[in-house]
C-alpha cells in the first residue's frame, strides 16, 4: 500500500467491507484484508486473514507467502 494514512485505511476497510459481503469466498479479499491489518500492525491479525485465504484456496502461493510473513513479524 503506498499510502497508509488514516484515511485511506478507512477507505481500504470499507470497500473490503462491500468485497466480503459480495462473495466473502474470494482468497483475494482475505489476503486484501490481512495486507490492511499488517499495514496498521496487526500481524498476528493479518496472518488469520492470509489461513482464511489458504483454507479457500490451497494453491493460493501469495497467500501462503504473505502467511509466512505475517508469521514471522507476530512473534
Known amino acids: 500500500m503506498k499510502d497508509s494514512s488514516a484515511g485511506r485505511l478507512v477507505r481500504a476497510r470499507a470497500l473490503l467491507d462491500r468485497a466480503l459481503a459480495i462473495d466473502p469466498r474470494l482468497p483475494s479479499t482475505h489476503v486484501a484484508s490481512g495486507v490492511i491489518r499488517a499495514t496498521g500492525w496487526d500481524y498476528r491479525g493479518a496472518a488469520e486473514d492470509f489461513r482464511r485465504a489458504v483454507a479457500v484456496d ?7 507467502d504473505f ?3 505475517a508469521l514471522g513479524y507476530a512473534t
Do not use: E, I, N, S
Not at 58 to 64: I, S
Open 67 to 69: 502467511l509466512c510473513w
Open 58 to 64: 490451497p494453491r493460493d502461493f501469495g497467500a501462503w
